[in-house]
């Protein structure tokens, strides 16, 4: 699960260098691949600490 929030905040990083060099289509995109990548890694959290 690690790697889960080693590759969301990768995906931060590429976000934000993009939005600074004005490629807001690919800024859009990389926030919400980091979005869904972190409420993936909170959800096997959560059900991993269940079970």
Do not use: D, P, Q
């Amino acid at each position: 699960m690690a790697s889960l929030i080693g590759l969301s905040i990768a995906f931060l990083v590429l976000a934000l260098v993009a939005y600074i060099f004005g490629a807001r289509g690919i800024a859009g995109l990389s926030m919400e691949i980091a979005k869904w990548l972190v409420v993936i890694f909170v959800i096997l959290a959560i059900i991993s600490f269940f079970f």
